[in-house]
T-cell receptor, first 112, second 116 residues
């Protein structure tokens, strides 16, 4: 069964600090992995999309990594800001279908 | 671009009533998705369309749920009759080439449904 597990479930950090969110998946065959940011009361917004051959992709202060061998991805946030407070969702799509598998998300709170 | 537009943003209805959620995708996008998000289950894909044709509705929870896309600029998700367990946020999203390709999926702001 395809699964996406995210950790930690929630995280509280101080403004200016860095943090790393984890995503482990068992989706097969692998097509792509996406990280979304979802602000409270809003729809998810795409941060990065990574395919099998990509190890790292950056979007401003957000850097996603992918290890297709261990089926792990991480999202690193540098110099966190209050606006980074949100839920971060990892989504993995299978090459065999268009149906994605969603993680439950990591809730990040950045305190001043 | 106005993005994906959903209506209503919030709806409170009584159990047994019919609920219709509406979506206008981004112009030119040929894929449209309906998702449901709850605290218990997170985000779930209910159904998706390609060029107005339903491709996979395996995520639709039961026969009380139906979705249509009569044209490229409009889709509806209908729940009849509604039940309290249908309370959730329903998102519509659209993209140019679906979810298997390296393309961005754009979500609407969601329709917050409460069934009492």
């Amino acid at each position: 069964k395809n699964q996406v597990e995210q950790s930690p479930q929630s995280l509280i950090i101080l403004e200016g600090k860095n943090c790393t969110l984890q995503c482990n998946y068992t989706v097969s065959p692998f097509s792509n992995l996406r990280w979304y940011k979802q602000d409270t009361g809003r729809g998810p917004v795409s941060l990065t999309i990574m395919t099998f051959s990509e190890n790292t992709k950056s979007n401003g202060r957000y850097t996603a990594t992918l290890d297709a061998d261990t089926k792990q991805s991480s999202l690193h946030i540098t110099a966190s800001q209050l606006s980074d407070s949100a839920s971060y969702i990892c989504v993995v799509s299978s090459g065999g279908s268009y149906i994605p598998t969603f993680g439950r998300g990591t809730s990040l709170i950045v305190h001043p | 671009d106005a993005g994906v537009i959903q209506s209503p943003r919030h709806e409170v209805t009584e159990m047994g009533q019919e609920v219709t959620l509406r979506c206008k995708p981004i112009s030119g996008h040929d894929y449209l998705f309906w998702y449901r998000q709850t605290m218990m289950r997170g985000l779930e894909l209910l159904i998706y369309f390609n060029n107005n044709v339903p491709i996979d509705d395996s995520g639709m929870p039961e026969d009380r749920f139906s979705a249509k896309m009569p044209n490229a600029s409009f889709s509806t998700l209908k729940i009849q009759p509604s039940e309290p367990r249908d309370s959730a946020v329903y998102f519509c999203a659209s993209s140019l080439k679906g979810q298997g390709a390296r393309n961005t999926i754009y979500f609407g702001e969601g329709s917050w449904l409460t069934v009492v």
